[in-house]
Each structure stands twice: as C-alpha cells, then as structure tokens.
C-alpha cells in the first residue's frame, strides 16, 4: 500500500487542493482522488478546494462538487496537496494544509522541493496523474475516475506530443482506456474545442506576435483591456502559447497576458535546447524542462529584456 493510501485509510476529513488557476492535469487529479476516495470508502469527508475550472472540464465525476470557500473554518485530517510546486500556488485554500493534522504533496514539478509534511515528487513523469495512477490500486480504478487521470495526462502532454510522453505515460493512458472511458470525446471536448471570442483572442494573438533573437523566439501579449474588449477570461487564452511554439525555426515561445497594471503572468515552452524551468525559476516561478511560468512586472519590453537574456544564455550553450 503507498503511504497516500495508508494516510487516506487514517484519516476520517480528507481535504483536496490544487494550484491556482487550475488545468486539466490539476483538476484531473484533484477529481481522480475524490472520486478514488467516495468510491472506495464512502463514510469518509472529502472536499476538493480549487479556484473556479473551466467548465470544458465538467464531465469529470464530482466537478459540480468543488468548493471556492477559503473560509471556511473546518479542519481537516488529512490534506492532499496535487500538481501544485509550491505552497504559494495553492493560494487561500493553503489553509487547509495548514490546519490538517496531516499533509501530503503529489506532484511531478521539478521545482517541488517538498511542502508538506510528506511528498511524492517524481519530475521524471509526465503528469501529476500519471504519479497519482501510481499511488492508487489500479484494479480499483473506475471508468470515472480513469476519465480524471486521462484527462490529466492528455493535458499536461499537449495530446502526448510534449517531450514528457514516455511509453510509461502511453501505458498508463492505455489501461485507463481500458476502462472504457469515451477518450475520443474527452479529446474533442476537452483539449481542440473552443469557442468563438477563443478563437477570436488566438487569432488576435497570433496576428499581432513577433519573433526575435534571430527568429528563435516568438512573443505575444494580450493586455487587460484585449480581454475586457472580447470578454474572455485567463482560462480562454489556454492553448496560445502551444501554438506559438510550433512556429516553424522557433525554439522558445513566450505568451504573457496582463493580469493588473504592468503585471504578467509568462506562459513559456521550448522545444530541445531551452530548459524554461530554469528561466521562470530565476523569476519565482517554475514547472518543467519543455513548460514553465511565472509573474513578472513592468513594461512588455522590461519582461522580454529579462526573460530574453537568461534564454539567450542557454541558446549560445545549446548551439555550441
């Protein structure tokens, strides 16, 4: 038995949380453990904890479930950190790992340096859920809860084309199919659809993006006023920075969307010679070798100038 489900087992309240700003490999396995939980013992309180998902993502089992009270004032047994490389990024609802008598952390970030009272980090994997698969008995898993886990997969992946696809994670994502999941529909619903002001705001951002360092380096902003204008929220501009990347020459993209005045939270992924973790790290952020972020402020030009020299960097390493 892991240690997850040995402390599952001790505790009575179990609290979930994620990151802020909540994908589909944060949601998919904040849901896949609920869900795993209710299942299998069903006298047991479990909540999950996460700032407001993107409805795309309301297939999953328990989505209609999930509390935004940061206050409410219950203590817990156990508190189950997922997908979240720091503390900072579980926001208010750090709360609840606060007062838990217990805590886990699962995550596979290779910034995670251990949070809670006990951690499972494995950078190596593809997913959060792919380590959460791990931690679960597998022949107890559910079609539902299968649907979490391969939604987090297919998410953290970008569709199993990221370079963090191993054939551990093809393995995995196979045998939650052979739950029989609808993996065709959770694909088309949850990752390729969008809706019309989203392909309005893609298209505005690919019209308007440049690319610089000899053209190894693509950038695109989309400013406050941008998203009042076609009344799209943080959530809708998911996927921009994927598409950026697959700019033909382009080793580096960078997307940045202006949360508050001359504030930027910095989307980045590379191909094969930039590791971008190290990049958001040096700014306070983090993630993985091929995708990271981070919050910067100031100008567009002052958060490029920054960002560009440290990639610069790694470039004139890469290529030598």
């Known amino acids: 038995m892991s240690r997850l489900l040995e402390m599952i087992q001790e505790a009575e309240t179990i609290a979930v949380l994620g990151h802020v700003r909540p994908d589909g490999d944060c949601v998919g396995s904040c849901l896949a453990v609920c869900s795993y939980i209710r299942e299998q013992a069903p006298e047991k309180t479990v909540q999950v904890y996460l700032e407001k998902p993107d409805g795309k993502f309301g297939y999953l089992k328990g989505f209609e479930d999930i509390s935004q009270d940061a206050a409410s004032g219950i203590s817990y047994d156990l508190c189950i950190c997922l997908d979240s490389g720091d503390k900072e990024r579980l926001g208010a609802f750090g709360?609840?790992?606060?007062?838990?008598?217990?805590?886990?952390?699962?995550?596979?970030?290779?910034?995670?340096?251990?949070?809670?009272?006990?951690?499972?980090?494995?950078?190596?994997?593809?997913?959060?859920?792919?380590?959460?698969?791990?931690?679960?008995?597998?022949?107890?898993?559910?079609?539902?809860?299968?649907?979490?886990?391969?939604?987090?997969?297919?998410?953290?992946?970008?569709?199993?084309?990221?370079?963090?696809?191993?054939?551990?994670?093809?393995?995995?994502?196979?045998?939650?199919?052979?739950?029989?999941?609808?993996?065709?529909?959770?694909?088309?619903?949850?990752?390729?659809?969008?809706?019309?002001?989203?392909?309005?705001?893609?298209?505005?951002?690919?019209?308007?993006?440049?690319?610089f360092l000899d053209g190894k380096c693509i950038f695109s902003v989309v400013r406050r006023k941008d998203m009042v204008?076609?009344?799209?929220?943080?959530?809708?501009?998911?996927?921009?920075?994927?598409?950026?990347?697959?700019?033909?020459?382009?080793?580096?993209?960078?997307?940045?969307?202006?949360?508050?005045?001359?504030?930027?939270?910095?989307?980045?992924?590379?191909?094969?010679?930039?590791?971008?973790?190290?990049?958001?790290?040096?700014?306070?952020g983090g993630g993985h070798v091929r995708a990271a972020g981070c919050t910067m402020s100031g100008s567009v030009y002052d958060v490029l100038n920054n960002l560009s020299r440290h990639i610069e960097e790694q470039l004139k390493a890469g290529e030598a």
């Open 95 to 211: 709360v609840y790992l606060d007062t838990a008598k217990a805590g886990i952390c699962v995550d596979h970030h290779i910034t995670n340096r251990g949070y809670a009272g006990e951690n499972v980090i494995c950078p190596d994997a593809s997913s959060t859920c792919e380590v959460l698969c791990g931690l679960l008995d597998e022949e107890r898993i559910s079609r539902e809860t299968a649907a979490c886990i391969y939604t987090g997969i297919l998410h953290d992946t970008n569709v199993f084309k990221n370079s963090n696809t191993t054939a551990k994670t093809m393995e995995i994502a196979g045998r939650m199919m052979a739950k029989g999941i609808d993996f065709s529909r959770i694909i088309d619903e949850s990752f390729y659809k969008k809706t019309y002001v989203q392909n309005q705001i893609l298209g505005r951002a690919l019209l308007e993006s440049v690319v």
């Open 229 to 284: 204008f076609y009344g799209v929220e943080s959530s809708d501009l998911d996927g921009i920075v994927d598409q950026l990347r697959v700019t033909e020459g382009v080793e580096v993209a960078i997307f940045l969307h202006e949360t508050e005045n001359h504030v930027y939270k910095v989307s980045m992924r590379s191909k094969a010679l930039v590791d971008v973790s190290k990049v958001a790290a040096y700014f306070g």
